[in-house]
């Protein structure tokens, strides 16, 4: 059974960076043809995909209005992958999802957003 599981601070200060973990378990992050994604939720509004990273490791994308402040990576020795956001704002509160997605955008991550393919995410509160 596939699992993902976000981790990280549930409270950053203004201007600082926050960094958040997804860990896989149950396959591998280097497997298939799969975009490792960060997507977020701030609170009363809607989804928001970030960017992503592709099995391959080869190649990242990101959204416009994420591009500037974003870094996503991983460790494929210990099938993690990674966000870093960067300068963070109140406007960066959110619950932070990763996800397995069949594309790089979040048309492709709802389609795929069951168990096995979201993780559950994980609030982070930027304030002072």
């Known amino acids: 059974q596939v699992q993902l599981l976000e981790s990280g601070p549930g409270l950053v200060k203004p201007s600082q960076t926050l960094s958040l973990t997804c860990t896989v378990s149950?396959?591998?992050?280097?497997?298939?043809?799969?975009?490792w994604s960060w997507i977020r939720q701030p609170p009363g509004k809607g989804m928001e995909w970030m960017g992503a990273i592709h099995s391959s490791g080869v190649a990242t994308y990101y959204s416009p209005s994420h591009k500037s402040r974003t870094s996503i990576s991983r460790d494929t020795s210990k099938n993690q992958f990674f966000l870093q956001l960067n300068s963070v704002t109140p406007e960066d509160t959110a619950v932070y999802y990763c996800?397995?997605?069949?594309?790089?955008?979040?048309?492709?991550?709802?389609?795929?957003?069951?168990?096995?393919?979201w993780g559950q995410g994980t609030q982070v509160t930027v304030s002072s």
């Open positions: 996800a397995r997605c069949s594309s790089a955008n979040l048309i492709g991550c709802l389609g795929d957003r069951r168990p096995g393919r």
């Open positions: 149950g396959d591998s992050i280097s497997a298939d043809n799969d975009y």
